[in-house]
C-alpha cells in the first residue's frame, strides 16, 4: 500500500483463531488453517502455504469479484506461491489481495519472501519493490468492487531499489489506527529500524500478534516496530461501515497477501497460534 516509508521483507506472527472464514465479525472468536485449531498445540508451527496449491485461499482483485482471479494474479508454480502480471497490460490499479480462509487473534506470523524482475508498466512509483500481509483485515466478502486495500493492519514488505535506505516490515493503516507510546497515531505509514534487503534475496520475517494488545515487528529476532490497540479509524468511510455499537477496536481477523504491480514469490507463510 502507497507509504512515505517502504514495505518489508520477511515475517513472523502469533495469531489466535476467530470467527467462522469471510465473517464481518470475525475478529473475536478465531478459527484455524490446515487443521482444526483445537488440535493444535500452543508453539506448533501450521503451513498455512501447502507448497502445491493454493487450497485455504482466495483472491480479492480491484475492479473483480471476490473469489476471481483476474489475470492470473496469483499463482503456485515450483513449489512457490507467485504473484505475477505477465496477463496484464497495464497495471490500472488493479490491487490484489489473497486471503487465507481462516481468521486469526493471538499468533506468530512467519513469512519468507522475495522481489524479482521489473515492475509491470503503469504501476505507482511508490509500488516498486512493495507488497504486505494484511492483519486483523476485514472480511473480504464485504469488500466493495473497487476497493483497493481491507480495512486491516498492513505491514509493509519492502525491497531495495537502489542505493536508498529502505527498511521492511514498516506499518500502513488502510481504515486503521494504532497506539505508539500512549498516543493514539493517525498517520497512514510508520518506518521500522529494520535494515534494507536489496535484489531478489530472500527475506523471512516475524510478526507477532497479541489481539488488541500488541503487534511486533520482527527481523533476524529482533523487534524493529511495535505498537499498541489496533483500531478502526472512523474517518475513513470504509472502516466506519465496520463500526458496531460505537467499538472501534480490532483484536483479530483476516489474513491476506498483497500483489502492489510488483512481482514477488512467497516461500513460506506459516503461523504459530499462541494462548489467549
Request: charged share 25%; net charge negative.
Amino acid at each position: 500500500m502507497k507509504t512515505n516509508v517502504l514495505p518489508s521483507v520477511i515475517v513472523t506472527m502469533i495469531l489466535v483463531i476467530t470467527i467462522p472464514p469471510w465473517s464481518p465479525a470475525a475478529a473475536q472468536d478465531s478459527t484455524k488453517t490446515a487443521q482444526p485449531v483445537e488440535q493444535q498445540s500452543d508453539g506448533e508451527w501450521i503451513q498455512l502455504f501447502n507448497g502445491k496449491d493454493m487450497s485455504g485461499w482466495k483472491p480479492k482483485i480491484r475492479g473483480s469479484e471476490f473469489g476471481e482471479n483476474w489475470g492470473n494474479t496469483f499463482r503456485v508454480e515450483d513449489g512457490l506461491l507467485k504473484v505475477r502480471y505477465d496477463q496484464y497490460d497495464q497495471f490500472d490499479e488493479r490491487f490484489g489481495h489473497l486471503f487465507y480462509k481462516d481468521n486469526f487473534s493471538n499468533y506468530v506470523l512467519r513469512l519468507e519472501y522475495r522481489f524479482v524482475g521489473d515492475q509491470v508498466k503503469g504501476g505507482p512509483g511508490w509500488a516498486r519493490r512493495n507488497s504486505g500481509a494484511m492483519l486483523h483485515g476485514q472480511d473480504p466478502a464485504t469488500m466493495t468492487k473497487d476497493q483497493k486495500f481491507p480495512v486491516s493492519i498492513e505491514v509493509q514488505l519492502l525491497g531495495g531499489a537502489g542505493t536508498e535506505k529502505r527498511p521492511t516490515l514498516n506499518l500502513c493503516t488502510p481504515g486503521t489506527n494504532v497506539v505508539m507510546d500512549n498516543k493514539l497515531v493517525k498517520r497512514h505509514c510508520t518506518s521500522s529500524s529494520s535494515k534494507t534487503y536489496a535484489g531478489d534475496q530472500w527475506v523471512t520475517c516475524e510478526i507477532e500478534v497479541r489481539g488488541n494488545q500488541v503487534i511486533r515487528h520482527k527481523m533476524d529476532g529482533q523487534v524493529v516496530l511495535e505498537y499498541n490497540q489496533p483500531q478502526l479509524d472512523e474517518r475513513d468511510g470504509e472502516a466506519k461501515a465496520l463500526i458496531v455499537d460505537g467499538n472501534l477496536m480490532l483484536d483479530g481477523g483476516s489474513i491476506s497477501l498483497q500483489s502492489e504491480s510488483h512481482p514477488c514469490d512467497f516461500r513460506k507463510v506459516e503461523i504459530k497460534i499462541l494462548d489467549d
